[in-house]
C-alpha cells in the first residue's frame, strides 16, 4: 500500500509539473478569457495523447507485468508486436512474398478470423519461451533475447524485407479498433482499461492469480506445496505474448502499415519500464494491476514533461532510464525496509 501511495504521489507531482510547463509556456494573449480557452484545448490535447499512449502500451505492460510477477522475462515483446503486425497485413491483403509457390498463395482473409489466427500464433509463441524455461529450465533471459531476433527475422522473411500497408482496405475494423473515441476517450485506452479489470481479477482474486505470486516469490516451495509451477509459467508467458499479438493489431490499426525493420522497435523496453516503474519487482512475486497502471502513466509523462521544460530530445532516454532506476533503487530500499529483522 505505501508503495501504490508513493507511486501516487509521484504521478500526481509529475502530472502537476506537465501543467505548470503548459501554463509557462503559453503566450498570453491579453484577453484572460481567450487565455483560458486556449490553456484549456492545450491541456485536452495533451491528455489525449497521453491517454492513447498509455492505453498502448499498457497493453504490454500488462502482460510483461504478470509474468514478472510470476518470476519470468520476456524480451522478445516488440518482435512479437511487429511479426503480428505483419502477419495481419499479410493476412488482410492477401500479399504473397516471391518465394511462396503459387499452390499455398491464398486470397484477403477475413478480418475476424485473421486476428484470431493471430492471437493464435501469439499462444504458440508464449507456450513455446513457457515450455523452454519450465520445463528445459533454460534461463527466460536467453531464451527470449533468441526470440527477439527470431521473430523480427521472420517479420521480414514474410514480406520479403517490405513494408506493407491496409491502404483503404478495413476501414470498419479501423474505426471499431482506432478510430471513433468512445465516451471522449482513445480506444485504445478503453481497450487497454478493460483487459485491466479482466487481468486484476485473474491477478488478485483468482486461485490462478495466488499461485502466479506463489511461482514468483519461491518457486520450489510452490512446487512443494502443490502448485503446478511449470504450468503456471507457461500460462504466464502465454498471456504476455497473446497481449503482445493483440498490440500488433492494434498498431495495424493505428498506423495503417507494418514495416518489419522496425516496427515493435524498443517497444518490450517501454513494457518493462512500466511495469518495474510500477511496483513490479525483477525478483517476482510482487506488484499490482493498479501499480502497472500509474506506472505506464509515469513513463509517458516524463518525455512529454522533458520537451515541455525544453530538456533536448536526445536526453529523453536518458530521463526515461535515470526515472527506471531511481524507481528501482526505491523499492530496494522499501523491501529492506519492511523486510523482518
Not at 491579453?30 to 483560458?36: A, S
Not at 482496405?169 to 485506452?189: A, H, I, M, T
Not at 510452490?222 to 503446478?228: C, E, L, P, T, V
Not at 516503474?277 to 509517458?300: K, N
Request: with cysteine; glycine share 12%; proline share 4%.
Amino acid at each position: 500500500m505505501r508503495k501504490l501511495l508513493g507511486l501516487m504521489v509521484f504521478l500526481a507531482v509529475l502530472y502537476g509539473g506537465l501543467l505548470w510547463a503548459l501554463s509557462s509556456n503559453q503566450r498570453p494573449t491579453g484577453d484572460p478569457d481567450l487565455d483560458r480557452e486556449q490553456f484549456a484545448r492545450t491541456v485536452s490535447k495533451t491528455n489525449y495523447n497521453l491517454m492513447r499512449r498509455v492505453g498502448f502500451y499498457g497493453i504490454l505492460s500488462l502482460g510483461v507485468g504478470v509474468l514478472i510477477i510470476a518470476g519470468g522475462i520476456d524480451l522478445s515483446i516488440g518482435s512479437v508486436v511487429g511479426l503480428s503486425a505483419t502477419l495481419l497485413v499479410v493476412l488482410l491483403t492477401g500479399s504473397h512474398p516471391d518465394w511462396l509457390p503459387e499452390s499455398l498463395q491464398f486470397g484477403p482473409v477475413p478480418a475476424g478470423l485473421a486476428i484470431a489466427i493471430v492471437l493464435a500464433a501469439g499462444a504458440l509463441i508464449g507456450w513455446l519461451h513457457g515450455t523452454l524455461v519450465a520445463k528445459l529450465k533454460l534461463q527466460p533471459f536467453i531464451v527470449t533475447l533468441c526470440s527477439l531476433f527470431i521473430f523480427r527475422g521472420l517479420a521480414r522473411w514474410l514480406t520479403g524485407d517490405a513494408s506493407l500497408g491496409l491502404e483503404d482496405r478495413c476501414q470498419d475494423l479501423r474505426r471499431l479498433l482506432y478510430r471513433e473515441d468512445l465516451f471522449g476517450l482513445p480506444k485504445f485506452l478503453i481497450i487497454f482499461l478493460a483487459l485491466a479489470a479482466v487481468v486484476g481479477v485473474v491477478l488478485h482474486l483468482s486461485v490462478l492469480g495466488r499461485h502466479l505470486f506463489a511461482i514468483g516469490s519461491n518457486d520450489k516451495a510452490a512446487r512443494s506445496s502443490g502448485i503446478a509451477v511449470d504450468r503456471g509459467r507457461i500460462l504466464a508467458y502465454m498471456g504476455c505474448s497473446i497481449l503482445a499479438a493483440w498490440a500488433g493489431c492494434l498498431y495495424l490499426m493505428e498506423h495503417n502499415a507494418a514495416q518489419p525493420t522496425e516496427t515493435g522497435s524498443f517497444f518490450e523496453l517501454y513494457a518493462i519500464a512500466g511495469a518495474v516503474l510500477g511496483g513490479c519487482s525483477l525478483r517476482g512475486g510482487d506488484g499490482t494491476v493498479l501499480g502497472i497502471i500509474i506506472g505506464v502513466a509515469i513513463i509517458w509523462i516524463l518525455p512529454t514533461l522533458t520537451t515541455m521544460w525544453g530538456i533536448p530530445a536526445t536526453l529523453e532516454y536518458f530521463v526515461t532510464g535515470s526515472a527506471l532506476l531511481i524507481g528501482a533503487i526505491g523499492d530496494e530500499l522499501l523491501r529492506r525496509r519492511l523486510r523482518p529483522v
